[in-house]
């Protein structure tokens, strides 16, 4: 039956890839390899098998490739945007900060001429009062100069009468009436032009309070712009804030210590010494002084979280085309040592490829180093350390202060490595961390 089953298969291949004989020919005789049809399928199996695998294999590597560009991309796309937005922040800051000072010198100004405003006032009011004092005693000076007026005036008459019966004739001296009637004249204009002055005086505190009522309308207006600048304006440090919070919460680090850290490191302070100069304004702060300080506050905080974010690892050290070939963590050992623990990532790419230092800090260590190779050691603030290892060449030198973006290295395959990569560590306070915790926090926000 398998002999019956054998010679159909072969009868079959016979039919398809009939036997074939390669002469050899030499000088001396001539001889012969014979290709049976299952030498020949063979064959044909095995380099259809070569050239599918070889096929595969060229599909996976021009996928890395492609995924890898398209990776560089979007990194520098968003470091582009990350830094546009920073600028466009800064401006809008320094626009803002402007501006409130602008509305807060308004506002200065428009306190100062209520204050004129109501000086005057009170001094016209001061006056109005000291004219009704004396157009009252001038009233009661008068009343008592016409009584006494009309009682000389009964007295002469009885006098020229009991004159009149005595003499028989009614004349006498004159002197005291005209004397009287000089002083009621006197009294009478006096008490007239104090009566006009009055009603000026009238006349002024009302436009005065007009004045001070448009003034105090103008202040209303002002104290709605000022309101809404400073609704637009905490807005603004709110909305900004949170991201850059966000992100550096995210990467594990406590806000209030890297910002009490970077604003120790920018402290400076200085300039001539001159007289001091003592207000005799005194008082506490308006409620607009209090909300322009808390907004100054807030934009000094921002931009205390973007000097800081210069300082902080959140850049990417290799910036051509990679893929991640390890993770953090516990895994296999490449040289077949068991279960080891890996303290950084690994990203695999083309020898040579530029490193690039992930934020600003001094080199403590540029050499060789056991299971390293060539390594680079960079120590930032806020106790964070970099490491770069595996490299072809090292470009800085111990002792050297670097930024962030500078070149530092080549990527290689130097140390205990089984091919071209780079070998990236990020350190807290000397205690190994996850570097795709900072990778991906910067991420996340920009």
Known sequence: MLTRLHYRIHSSLERILPEKRLFLKSDSDTRFIRLRPVTQLAALAGG??????????????????VAAGNTRDQTQRRQALYESRLNALSADRDRRADEAVRAQERFNLALAEVSKMQTALLATEDRRKELETGIEVLQDTLIRTIDERDEARAQTERMTLALAEQTGSARTDGSRMADAEATLEQVSSALAALARQRDDMANAVLLAKEETEEVLQQKAELQARNDLIFARLEEAVTVSMEPLDKMFRAAGLSTESLLNQVRRGYSGQGGPLSKLTVSTMGGDLTPEERRANEILN??????LYRLAATKAPFAMPVKTAFRYTSGFGGRDDPFGRGKRRHE??????????????????????????????????????????TVYGHLSQ???????????????GDMGSTGRSTGTHLHYEVRVDGTPVNPMTFIKAAKDVF
């Open 394 to 408: 090292i470009r800085v030198d111990k002792g050297q202060r670097v930024s962030r973006g500078d070149r530092i």
């Open 344 to 385: 950084g990532i690994d990203m695999a790419g083309a020898s040579g490829s530029p490193i690039y230092a992930t934020a600003d800090g001094v080199v403590i260590q540029a050499g060789w180093a056991s299971g390293y190779g060539r390594v680079i050691k960079i120590r930032h603030d806020f106790g964070i350390q």
């Open 298 to 303: 807030g934009l000094d905080r921002m931009n």
């Open 48 to 65: 259809t098998l070569l050239v599918s695998w070889t096929i595969l294999a060229t599909s996976i590597v021009l996928m890395d490739s």
